[in-house]
C-alpha cells in the first residue's frame, strides 16, 4: 500500500514538474514570437519618425507608437526573465563600473514614459565612485521601480532617487508621492502575478511580476528589495541595497 | 560597400534596406540561410547582417561557412533570443556584434557605423593617408573613422556623407554637376527620386555648416550642382 501511494505522489509530483516546464516553454516561443512583429512596429514609426516634422500632430502620434512598442519589449524582457529565472538560477556577472552612470542611462530611458505620464524624475544624492556590480540586473531593477512608480504613483507628480554606499552596499532609495501601499500588502506586492486592487490602480496595464523579478534580481546580487516607507495618500519608499564587493576577493 | 541582409521577415528585411542604404551602402537581401551563403560567394559582401532563426541554414551555420573562407568580412548577428548572444560570442562563431530584437533605428545605425569604421581602418593599404584626411574650411574630415571635427565638436557621420566630402574635396573649385555627383556616391544603377541628393545635402548642411542656411563647405550653383 505503501508503495502504491508513493509512486503515485512521485507519479503526480513529475506530472506538475512536467506541466511547469511546458508552461514554462510557451511563455518562451510566444515572448520570441512577440518580438518580430514589435520589432517592425518600432523600426516602421522610428523611419516615419525622421520623414516628418516632429512637432505637428502626426510626429505626436508617431512617439507613442515608439515609446509604447518599446515599453512592450520591456515587459517582454520581464516575462523571458521570469520564466528563465523558473528554468534556471540567473547568473550574475559583475563588473567594475559607476553607478551613477546607470542611473542616468536609465533614467533617459524612462524619461518619455514618465514624462508623458506627468511624472519628474529627481535624481538626488549620488555615489560618484566605482564599484562592483551587474549593471544589466541593477539597471533592470531600477526601470522595473521607475515602471511601477509610473503605473500607480503617477498623481505624485514626482519620483526622487538617491544613491549611497555603506560598508559593502549600494543603497538606493526609491521614493514616490503617490497614494501609498497598505501595511498589510507590503511583502504581497513582491509576490508573483500579485497586483493592488483600488480604483486609483484598477486598469494600469501589467502583469504583476516587475517587483517581483527586481526583488529576486537584488536577492542574487547579494542584496534586498524592500518597501520601507509607506504612508496611504502620501506615497511609498523603495530600498534597494545591491552587494558591491569585488567577486575577485576571496 | 555592400551589405547583405539574411533575414526570413520580409517587413523586417525591407525596414533595414530603408534604413541603410541612405547611409551609402547596397543592400543585398536574401531570406533564407542557403542563400545567404549563395549570395555571400556571389557578391562578396563588405558586412553581412544574419538573422539567427532562418529556414534551411541557421544564422550559426552560415556564420560558420562563411568564417571558413573568409576570418574579415565583419558579421552582425540579428537575434530575437538574449540567451542566444552567450552563444553567438561565446561559441567563437566569429561573429562581429550582434542587436537584439526588437531593436531601435539608432542602435542598428550605430553598430554598423563601428562596425564600417573597423573595417576601413584595417584597409589602410587601400589609400593614402592624405586621401582619408582633409580639411574644408576649419572641419576636419576624417574618412576612415566616419567623423568630422570643429574645434573640440566631434560629427559623426555616414559612410555616404563622407563620399560627398571627399568627392567635393577632389574637385575644390570646380563646380560638380548633380549626375557626376549622384553616380559617384549613389552609383549608376540606382534610380534617384529627384529630391534624394538635395535633402541629403541638406541634412549634411546641418551636420557641418556653421550656419547651413549660408554654407560655406558645400555651396550650390543654381541650375548645376555645388561647389567646394
Given at each position: 500500500m505503501l508503495i502504491v501511494t508513493a509512486m503515485y505522489l512521485y507519479r503526480e509530483h513529475y506530472k506538475e514538474i512536467n506541466m511547469a516546464q511546458k508552461r514554462v516553454s510557451f511563455v518562451n516561443r510566444v515572448s520570441h514570437e512577440l518580438k518580430t512583429p514589435l520589432t517592425n512596429i518600432r523600426m516602421y514609426a522610428e523611419l516615419m519618425a525622421d520623414k516628418i516634422?516632429?512637432?505637428d500632430g502626426l510626429g505626436k502620434h508617431i512617439h507613442v507608437i515608439t515609446t509604447e512598442s518599446q515599453r512592450l519589449s520591456r515587459l517582454i524582457d520581464n516575462v523571458l526573465n521570469f520564466s528563465r529565472s523558473q528554468r534556471e538560477r540567473l547568473k550574475l556577472n559583475k563588473l567594475k563600473c559607476n553607478p551613477d552612470e546607470h542611473l542616468n542611462a536609465v533614467i533617459n530611458v524612462v524619461e518619455p514614459i514618465m514624462k508623458s505620464a506627468g511624472v519628474e524624475v529627481c535624481l538626488g544624492k549620488i555615489t560618484n565612485q566605482p564599484v562592483y556590480l551587474d549593471p544589466e540586473l541593477f539597471e533592470q531593477i531600477m526601470i522595473n521601480l521607475l515602471s511601477n512608480a509610473e503605473k500607480y504613483a503617477a498623481c505624485g507628480k514626482k519620483v526622487d532617487i538617491s544613491a549611497e554606499i555603506k560598508d559593502q552596499n549600494l543603497i538606493i532609495y526609491v521614493q514616490d508621492y503617490g497614494p501609498g501601499i497598505q501595511q498589510n500588502q507590503s511583502l504581497k506586492i513582491f509576490e508573483p502575478f500579485y497586483r493592488i486592487s483600488s480604483k486609483l490602480t484598477d486598469g494600469v496595464s501589467g502583469a504583476g511580476i516587475g517587483l517581483s523579478i527586481a526583488k529576486e534580481l537584488a536577492l542574487l546580487h547579494g542584496g534586498n528589495l524592500e518597501l520601507v516607507t509607506s504612508n496611504l495618500g502620501k506615497g511609498c519608499c523603495f530600498k534597494l541595497t545591491l552587494n558591491i564587493s569585488d567577486p575577485n576577493s576571496t | 560597400m555592400k551589405v547583405l541582409i539574411a533575414e526570413d521577415d520580409q517587413f523586417i528585411r525591407e525596414g533595414l534596406q530603408e534604413l541603410i542604404e541612405p547611409e551609402g551602402y547596397q543592400c543585398i537581401l536574401v531570406s533564407d540561410g542557403e542563400q545567404a551563403l549563395e549570395m555571400f560567394n556571389a557578391e562578396s559582401p563588405d558586412l553581412i547582417l544574419l538573422d539567427i532563426m532562418m529556414p534551411k541554414l541557421d544564422g550559426y551555420s552560415v556564420c560558420r561557412s562563411i568564417r571558413k573562407t573568409d576570418e574579415n568580412v565583419p558579421i552582425i548577428f540579428i537575434t530575437a533570443k538574449s540567451e542566444e548572444i552567450d552563444q553567438v560570442l561565446g561559441l567563437e562563431l566569429g561573429a562581429d556584434d550582434y542587436i537584439k530584437k526588437p531593436f531601435g533605428t539608432r542602435e542598428v545605425i550605430a553598430r554598423i557605423r563601428a562596425v564600417t569604421r573597423r573595417r576601413l581602418r584595417d584597409s589602410?593599404?587601400?589609400?593614402?593617408d592624405e586621401a582619408n584626411t582633409f580639411t574644408m574650411e576649419g572641419l576636419k574630415i576624417f574618412c576612415r573613422e566616419l567623423k568630422a571635427q570643429r574645434n573640440d565638436e566631434i560629427i559623426e557621420l555616414s559612410l555616404r556623407d563622407v563620399k560627398i566630402l571627399q568627392y567635393l574635396f577632389q574637385n575644390h573649385g570646380k563646380v560638380v554637376d548633380r549626375d557626376s555627383l549622384f553616380n559617384h556616391v549613389w552609383g549608376r544603377n540606382y534610380i534617384p527620386n529627384s529630391r534624394t541628393l538635395d535633402q541629403h545635402i541638406s541634412q549634411l548642411r546641418k551636420l557641418i555648416e556653421i550656419d547651413p542656411k549660408a554654407p560655406q563647405i558645400i555651396k550650390t550653383v543654381h541650375g548645376v550642382g555645388y561647389r567646394f
Open positions: 516634422n516632429p512637432k | 589602410k593599404a587601400d589609400s593614402t
